[in-house]
Every structure is written in structure tokens, then in C-alpha cells.
């Protein structure tokens, strides 16, 4: 057996200018161009993202020493700015810090977050409304981002919850770091764990090694947690190789019983070449952190079970409402006619907002959704929802066809339980909500369904009240910076003005079924 013990690298450290502090002033605006390049008052850079500026929760500052930026500081969207600070000079004060987000007119009234790394995991308080936390290492603080970006809206909309879960980390987290290495150690590859030295075999028993180690000091655990579990790949592990560690940590979590929320980023170390791999642990309590969703299991199906899954199901039959075909079907119809209808209009807009597909992605799933429901018979909506969402995910491609799908799904079976349209459309809507960090604000189709959704639920709510609001939603995309998607790379002047083609789309589906 052999494994790659260092990483490959075609460039020289100076060719690539790895510790210029200021390149990512260029770079970090070109991929994510709803960030802006800023000094702070004593002349540090400072990277600020507009696409957060008007969050309600506290914002989070994160301080990067050599312009030696890990994966998680690059994507990590809940980060409202980074400053960059060069090795050996003096730390960013506070104060600048304040001032820097205040003259680019962000309300700093929620709080500040400010996460810089330093010897050891502590928090300080200053004052009401500044916390500044240090993390011992790089893997610390990329654990830390993660836990304040997933946090739960109740802990990061009060700085006194945040405060506490940042004191819990601090006091509770837990690491482990393995290295390869070239010395065979049992006749196999040698892995550095922390706890000393071991041939590798098999990633599950690297792991579990691990695992075993941190988890030891967290055995008694009072009320209900989540774990947080972090790991970083050193040096560059390949995606297999990092797909692989994520399944070992979740078998084992799951094996042990133990609720977990897993995260994962990338770092560099240019002192040392050898690849490897570090995990922290920090045991939250589930009030500020839930738990990871868990996947639905498939399970293959025979022949026969195919055919009797054609049939209506027990969904339909048990099913709280009742479903009339003609009126389902001339609902369905005035929809799928109007986006087949509005697919140039939505290509023009993708083609200067997207990748030009949205148009034509639409358009063959309204034309599949037309020719599947001919020979069916709508009185089971719940069972034909489900059918159709097996030909939809062949036929509809792009992230929006995914979406679709994820929601029709959830509504399949939503339909079959809930006792009103809104009531399934809500349930669905908080499925979908799992699989995409999208939310209103972020310039989606997100931007027309939460509205329409959420007037349908609301205690007078009206279809036409709440088409009004998909409306509405579409034109605030116009003025909004796009941070997820295509779009995200665009520069902003490029998008003003143009409606996000998904959230268009979705607004001409739904008044066209409405209108029926």
C-alpha cells in the first residue's frame, strides 16, 4: 500500500507570493465580487462584503495573518469582513476595525465579532458590543467561523448568546492532527497522530484513531448536544480523499449515537510539505447548534415494486385533502404555458445575469411536467408529484432543475399530510431551506417562493396577496448583489437593473397557476 506523502507544487513559494499580505485585495473582490478592498485608520486592508452589510445578527470580523488565507476564510458567508494583516507587524486595534465597517455604513448596534488567531482558544469582552476571540491555530479558527455561521438565529441575534457559545468553545474544544510520513512504522505508510506514530491500513482506523482520542475528554456531557466536528485536510488531499474522511467521521458519530454538525476546510503549511489531517471537537448545546439533518437512505426497488409504486399510493388515499383533476390540471396548464411563453425573456436576463441556461432549463421542465400529467389522473396529486419528480430529474437540468426537484419532493409527501395547500407549501419550503443556504436577500428564486409562501401561511392570507408578493420580490432582485450562483462573479453593475432569471421564472409559474 502506498499513500502520498507531500503535495505536488508546480509554482515556487515566490512565484506564487504566498506572503504578500496584500494580493487578496485584488484577488477576494474578482471571486466574490460583492466584496470591496478598504483601509482601516491605520492603514490595514480590510475586506468587506456588501452581500451581509445589513445582516441582523452581529458581524463577523476575521483577522488574517500573511495574507495565508484557509478555504473556510474564503467561502465562509456569514463573514461581513477580513482584514489582512502582514507577519510580524503590529495587530489591527478594535477601534479601527469599528470604524472601518462604520464608513461603509454598516449599523455595528448588533454587535461585533472580531475571531484573530493567537496562543491559546480564549474570549474577551469589550465593553456591550465588541467580543474578540483567539484561536489557537488556524484549525480553531476555522471551527469557530463554522460554529458562528451555523448557529442557530436565536444565539446570533443576541451577542450575550453568541458570547456564551463562543465561551463554551473556548473552554470545551478539542483537537487532534495527523501527518503522513516518509518512515514505514508496522511494515506500513507511517500516520503522525498526536498520541504518537501508526502504520496506516485503512482510513477508517486513521480516523477512528482520532476520534477516539478527542472524544475521550467529552465522555459526560450534561443536557442535550450537538457536536461540532471540524476537520481540515493539510496540504492538499484530494476530494476522494476528503469525501472518504467525512464518511469515517459520520459512521463513527453515527455508530456512537452522538449528534454531530460536520464542517470541513483547507489549509496550507508552508513550513512543512507532508499532507495529512486534523479534526476538532466541541460539544454545543443544541439550543444555539442543531444537528445535522441525516440523508434519506435509498433503497433499490424490484421490478414489481416499481410497478405497484405507479399505482396511487396510501399517501393519496389517506390523504387530508382532496384533489379535483380538471381544476389541478387547468392550474398546472396556465403555469407551465406561461414560463414555455416567457422562456426568451428569462434567457435574455440569464444571459446577462447566468450562464444563459434558465430560459431553456424551464422551458423542458414545463413541456415535461404538460406531457407526463396527460394520461394521469390528478385526483392523486401526492403519488403523481412523486412520480414526476423521477423524470424531472433526468429532464431539468441546472441548479434550479435540483431545487425544483428537492421541493417537489418534500411537497409529495407534504401533500399527503397536511391538511392545507399552505400548510404543505410550508413544509416543503423548510425542506428545501436545508439543502440550500439560500434566503431572502441573495438574489434567487429564493426571493419570490419565501414571500409567496409565507403570505399563503400568514392568517388572511390570499393567493392574490400573495402573488403580489412574489411580484414585489422579483423587483427587489434588481437592486440587490448576488452572493450565491453565477451571478456572484459578476460585477454588480452588470446585474442592476435585471431581475434574477430563476426568481422571474418562478414568479411567471405561479401566477399562471394562480390565475386558475
Given amino acids: 500500500m502506498a499513500i502520498v506523502v507531500e503535495q505536488t507544487i508546480p509554482f515556487p513559494a515566490s512565484s506564487l507570493d504566498l506572503h504578500n499580505a496584500h494580493r487578496w485585495t485584488k484577488l477576494l473582490p474578482l471571486i466574490r465580487p460583492s466584496v470591496k478592498a478598504r483601509k482601516t485608520t491605520q492603514g490595514r486592508d480590510v475586506l468587506i462584503d456588501g452581500a451581509v452589510a445589513k445582516s441582523k445578527f452581529a458581524h463577523i470580523v476575521a483577522v488574517g495573518k500573511s495574507g495565508n488565507f484557509s478555504s473556510k476564510l474564503l467561502e465562509e458567508r456569514s463573514v461581513t469582513a477580513i482584514v489582512v494583516e502582514s507577519a510580524g507587524g503590529p495587530g489591527v486595534t ?16 448588533q454587535g461585533i465579532v472580531v475571531v484573530r488567531q493567537g496562543k491559546k482558544n480564549s474570549i474577551e469582552r469589550h465593553g456591550t458590543d465588541v467580543v474578540e476571540v483567539q484561536a489557537e491555530n488556524e484549525l480553531s479558527l476555522d471551527h469557530i467561523l463554522h460554529v458562528l455561521g451555523s448557529a442557530s438565529d436565536s444565539c446570533r441575534a443576541s451577542l450575550d448568546n453568541t458570547t456564551e457559545l463562543l465561551q463554551l468553545f473556548a473552554k470545551s474544544a478539542s483537537t487532534a492532527h495527523s501527518t503522513f510520513h516518509v518512515e514505514k512504522a508496522e511494515g506500513n505508510p507511517a500516520v503522525l497522530h498526536t498520541d504518537g506514530a501508526a502504520g496506516f491500513e485503512k482510513a477508517r482506523h486513521a480516523v477512528e484513531r482520532d476520534l477516539k482520542y478527542i472524544l475521550k475528554t467529552h465522555e459526560a456531557q450534561a443536557g442535550e448536544v450537538t457536536y461540532s466536528v471540524h476537520y481540515s485536510d493539510t496540504n492538499g488531499l484530494s476530494r476522494l480523499e476528503n469525501y472518504i474522511i467525512a464518511g469515517e467521521v459520520a459512521s463513527y458519530m453515527e455508530a456512537q449515537n452522538l449528534q454531530y454538525r460536520l464542517s470541513h476546510s483547507t489549509l496550507l503549511n508552508h513550513r512543512d510539505a507532508a499532507r495529512g489531517f486534523s479534526i476538532s471537537i466541541c460539544p454545543l448545546p443544541s439550543r444555539h447548534l442543531a444537528a445535522q439533518p441525516k440523508p434519506h437512505v435509498h433503497t433499490s426497488t424490484s421490478p414489481q415494486q416499481d410497478s405497484q409504486a405507479s399505482q396511487p399510493s396510501s399517501s393519496s388515499s389517506s390523504s387530508k385533502m382532496t384533489f379535483n383533476d380538471d381544476q389541478v390540471r387547468r392550474s398546472i396548464h396556465a403555469g407551465c404555458e406561461a414560463v414555455i411563453a416567457a422562456e ?7 444571459t446577462i445575469a447566468g450562464d444563459g441556461d434558465c430560459g431553456y432549463t424551464l422551458r423542458d421542465g414545463a413541456r415535461k411536467v404538460l406531457s407526463f400529467i396527460q394520461d394521469k389522473d390528478l385526483g392523486h396529486l401526492p403519488s403523481i408529484l412523486g412520480e414526476l419528480v423521477q423524470e424531472l430529474e433526468v429532464d431539468m437540468g441546472g441548479t434550479s432543475g435540483a431545487l425544483y426537484c428537492i421541493f417537489l419532493t418534500s411537497l409529495s409527501a407534504a401533500l399527503g399530510s397536511e391538511g392545507t395547500m399552505a400548510g404543505a407549501l410550508s ?27 409565507e403570505t399563503l401561511g400568514s392568517g388572511n392570507g390570499k393567493v392574490g396577496d400573495a402573488v403580489e408578493q412574489a411580484k414585489m420580490g422579483v423587483e427587489r432582485t434588481k437592486g440587490m448583489v448576488a452572493s ?3 451571478s456572484a462573479y459578476l460585477d454588480e453593475k452588470a446585474t442592476k437593473g435585471v431581475p434574477d432569471p430563476g426568481a422571474y421564472g418562478l414568479c411567471v409559474l405561479l401566477e399562471g397557476m394562480c390565475k386558475n
Fill in 484 to 486: 450565491l450562483g453565477r
Fill in 94 to 109: 478594535l477601534e479601527s476595525i469599528e470604524d472601518a465597517l462604520q464608513s461603509e455604513g454598516i449599523q455595528t448596534k
Fill in 344 to 350: 426568451p425573456t428569462i434567457t435574455e436576463y440569464d
Fill in 427 to 453: 413544509v416543503a419550503l423548510g425542506q428545501l431551506m436545508v439543502f440550500t443556504r439560500a434566503r431572502v436577500g441573495d438574489r434567487t428564486m429564493m426571493d419570490v417562493l419565501i414571500p409567496f409562501i
